[in-house]
């Protein structure tokens, strides 16, 4: 047997004997251990006041960290990470403390708040008392130390075991309202290290791509970008695996699951890219039933059958974790059933749940693509951020958007700006931050989140964007400091066509809820106005989320996001030093949401540049401090948070010497069919003058020469433009873009209606389009006094005003094309969004009150007064 003892020196040094076992589990021949020495000063109790209650707080030096469960009494922990081989078994883990003292309180131990849902609840502090826990006089918790064990991998991307431990210096029995406190804990871990290692030597490949056969083709410039870059590819149709692993798993998402796990340990893979979310932008059921999302995917997704506590709540959400999580804590198979009732990944307070490993053991990207355009666009923005983005000036920027996120009464943080200040001061130092915060109102209305400014920022380019604050599918935004009853105008999904970064494509994170719901289609979304179907966006029309839509925008948006699929949460307030790092914050720094998106731009800080590796250490470190398996939001928070993106990109891009070809529209360009698509090139680091040759037509023939060229097609579809630079010596390089031709998305006309109306009169107006070129046409109406109206196929709608004013209504289309073919490529679905009409004027005077025969009379008596009396009247 090896021992390793380890000392947590907090006043002094020690060592005890004559264990107290609070897992018996034996102890074997050959079995290793650590020893953990921890020493606490006495507590120290405080009172507190919260929803007008008196409650007692508990510190103690050397527990620095909180155990912190909604409802549940807050008291001190320490908590540690052992890293330990691969499949390694626990064996047994005593403890036993020194001294016991108890104590009686003078007030109950203040209970955790219950987490706030953005844009749902009220935003109040709740300080409900488990009942269970409060009511009962056993301890809280009920042993010294607990601990959970997860296989994953460490910093340096190697397969391991983690062993986590909290340790509890301070217990409490509620009823009798008595602590029990040790000032000495001794921790003993005795494990098995496993007899073999299923990973190989040496690697086949790093990265395995997962797609169907429909989009192989597609793939297939990516696939060589990343073999030339020395990232070696596999492809692998989801068709393929459904075959293969016929008899394998309950379902194909299992059966997919299985192949990767055996594309690890046969070719040492250490990322997976899904490529294909839904099958149709229009319409398509996203649940086959409560597991699995399947016959309305390219690539399946699972769900979780986790259901909050409370009337708001999602009926189970989409995890992409589970594709990553194919290890438990001694090297099994991951099912995320661990009961085996054939529903996963189930919690449910009143029918228990899956016990969940959570840790990746692979990194896993998904590209959420619903036709080959969208795949197109995607291979061509991430070939083109890899070869581009090293050494450009706009990648050393980054772009913060966020404002008071919750009315947390009493401390009054503006907590989505915390997060990005956290963020920006200790982690992104050395990028030059744009700050779009809401704090800015009084003094720099051109630095809040409004759309214009976000707009402008994001289109200026830059390497990192990040948005802290609120959001559904379709849309995110925030609050203006205490201002809880409106909002700040944010960014919809139908703004995003205005974005103009091209190739300047920053690296997403976004913080609220549903963001990343990858799931909704067109119809469905425009039906669920009631959002009884979940979809989260109450009768506005989407076809796919806010995350996907940036991230697949062709000439600019993203080149990856990471976000939620489901209702994210945040923690208000300040209970002390929720994380244990010695460092007292507020709460929305130190749990839930904030602390996770924190954790990842911490990990980046660190040196880690792949884009999957980044997202891995962000949910180790957030595992690390809060087990999943101890509390039902710790586990749905990191189930949920997804990277849509390519899990292999080299953040920041590779460098490379010699001659670069390069040109302004590197993420492609969209136009319509006769439109005549302008394209500059310029050359790096060769030797001038330069030969530019353009290829528009993909004939290997040139098509044009010279820095800017021009070209236009007639026929609907995709095309690769290519350019190639020859330098004095010789020299030679490439480069390719895509541009997108689609049906022409005219602006509908000005409005027409009556000028002059009433209030609390309904009048009709109404707009026109001369396009045939869509299935379908919508429209909307801005009336310019803060309210839209719903989309409808009918040009004509009615509204009244109750104020008297002066309003301007403007119209807008959104356009369906449910089968469109071309020569160049396949794209089975269109759906755009005109820009807003010219609009028109109208006032709505003050309700005559004078008879038409006084009027009369008094224009006869006093004629020369009609201009005065006009005036004052509004006609």
């Known amino acids: 047997m090896r021992k390793k003892i380890v000392s947590y020196l907090v006043v002094g040094l020690f060592l005890l004997s004559g264990l107290t076992a609070i897992v018996g589990i034996g102890q074997e021949a050959g079995s290793d251990e650590e020893i953990m020495n921890f020493s606490f000063t006495e507590p120290t109790m405080t009172t507190t006041t919260a929803n007008k209650e008196t409650y007692v707080e508990i510190t103690v030096d050397g527990a620095e960290a909180k155990l912190y469960h909604a409802g549940k009494p807050i008291l001190p922990m320490y908590a540690t990470t052992l890293t330990l081989p691969f499949g390694s078994t626990i064996v047994d883990v005593e403890c036993t403390p020194g001294t016991i003292n108890t104590e009686t309180l003078s007030h109950k131990i203040i209970p955790a708040p219950q987490p706030v849902i953005p844009d749902i609840t009220d935003d109040a502090i709740v300080y409900d ?42 217990r409490y029995s509620p009823a009798t309202n008595t602590i029990s406190y040790a000032e000495t804990l001794e921790v003993t871990v005795t494990y098995n290290e496993p007899e073999d290692n299923p990973f190989p030597l040496y690697g086949a490949y790093d990265l395995v791509v997962i797609a169907p056969s429909k989009f192989m083709g597609t793939l297939d410039k990516l696939v060589a970008h990343k073999d030339d870059y020395g990232v070696p590819t596999v492809t692998k149709t989801v068709e393929s695996i459904d075959q293969e692993y ?6 194909l998402p299992e059966r997919i699951k299985y192949f990767i796990k055996d594309a690890m340990e046969d070719w040492d893979i250490k990322y997976v890219l899904l490529v294909g979310g839904m099958k149709s932008l229009l319409w398509g059921e996203p649940r086959d039933d409560r597991n699995q999302g399947t016959a309305s995917w390219y690539v399946p997704v699972r769900y979780t059958n986790l259901r909050d506590s409370g009337s708001v709540y999602d009926p189970g959400f989409i995890s992409d974790l589970y594709y990553a999580d194919i290890y438990d804590g001694e090297g099994n198979f991951s099912t995320w059933d661990s009961n085996g009732d054939g529903i996963f990944a189930k919690w449910d307070q009143y029918v228990g749940k899956d016990v969940i490993d959570f840790y990746p053991d692979v990194a896993v ?140 494509l920053p690296v997403c994170n976004v913080e609220g809820c549903h963001n990343s719901q990858f799931n909704i289609t067109l119809f469905r979304t425009l039906s669920d106005k009631d959002n009884s179907k979940k979809t989260w966006c109450y009768g506005m029309p989407v076809p796919e989320c806010w995350s996907w839509w940036l991230t697949r925008k062709i000439g600019g948006g993203s080149i990856s996001t990471v976000g939620n699929t489901a209702l994210g949460y945040g923690t208000v307030g300040e209970h002390g030093d929720l994380d244990g790092d010695g460092i007292n914050e507020p709460d929305c720094l130190e749990a839930l949401g904030g602390y996770w998106f924190i954790q990842w731009y911490k990990t980046f800080d660190e040196g880690v540049d792949g884009l999957g590796d980044v997202w891995v250490g962000a949910q180790n470190k957030y595992l690390d401090t809060f087990p999943g398996m101890d509390d039902q939001i710790d586990a749905k928070t990191v189930e949920q948070i997804t990277l849509l993106g390519d899990p292999s990109l080299k953040i920041g891009g590779y460098s490379s010497a010699g001659l670069k070809a390069r040109m302004d529209q590197a993420a492609g360009v969209v136009a319509a069919p006769g439109d005549v698509v302008e394209f500059s090139a310029y050359a790096l680091d060769g030797q001038e003058p330069y030969i530019y040759e353009w290829d528009f037509d993909n004939d290997g023939i040139t098509d044009a020469t010279g820095e800017t060229a021009s070209w236009s097609w007639d026929v609907l579809g995709l095309y690769w433009v290519t350019l190639t630079v020859t330098d004095d010596e010789g020299g030679s390089d490439s480069f390719e873009t895509i541009v997108a031709i689609q049906p022409h998305a005219s602006t509908p006309t000005r409005p027409t209606g009556p000028t002059r109306i009433q209030p609390k009169e ?111 009247l509004g006609f």
């Open 129 to 170: 008392m488990d009942g269970a826990i409060y009511g009962s006089d056993a301890l809280y918790p009920s042993d010294w130390v607990s601990y959970r064990t997860g296989g994953g991998l460490d910093e340096n991307s190697e397969h391991v075991t983690f062993f986590v431990l909290q340790v509890y210096p301070v």
């Open 246 to 251: 016929q008899g394998i798993g309950v379902d």
């Open 365 to 504: 990207g998904r590209l959420a693509c619903r036709n080959k355009i969208e795949v197109s666009i995607m291979v061509n923005k991430i070939i083109n951020y890899e070869k581009s983005a090293a050494g450009a000036s706009w990648y050393d920027t980054i772009v913060y958007i966020a404002g008071d996120s919750h009315d947390d009464a009493g401390t009054n943080y503006l907590e989505g700006e915390l997060v990005c200040e956290k963020i920006d001061a200790e982690y992104m130092d050395e990028f030059t931050a744009v700050k779009l915060y809401g704090s800015n109102k009084d003094t720099d209305p051109s630095k809040t989140p409004e759309l214009e400014n976000i707009l402008r920022e994001i289109s200026a380019g830059g390497g990192h964007l990040f948005l802290d604050g609120h959001a559904n599918p379709a849309s995110w935004t925030t609050h203006y400091p205490g201002e809880f009853d409106s909002w700040a105008s944010g960014i919809d999904v139908g703004d995003f066509w205005k974005l103009r970064n091209g190739g300047e």
């Open 762 to 872: 309904d009048h009709s107006f109404t707009t026109s389009i001369s396009s045939t070129e869509w299935d379908h046409i919508y429209y909307r109406f801005d009336w310019g006094d803060g309210t839209v109206s719903d989309w409808s196929e009918d040009a004509t709608a009615t509204h009244s005003y109750n104020e008297r004013g002066f309003y301007k209504i403007a119209a807008q289309a959104m356009f369906i094309k449910e089968d469109t073919k071309s020569t160049a490529d396949t794209n089975e679905e269109t759906v755009d969004y005109s820009e807003w009409s010219e609009p028109l004027s109208i006032s709505v005077p003050r309700s005559r009150v004078l008879t038409l025969p006084l009027l009369q009379q008094l224009f006869e008596r006093f004629p020369n007064a009609f201009p005065l009396l006009r005036h004052l």
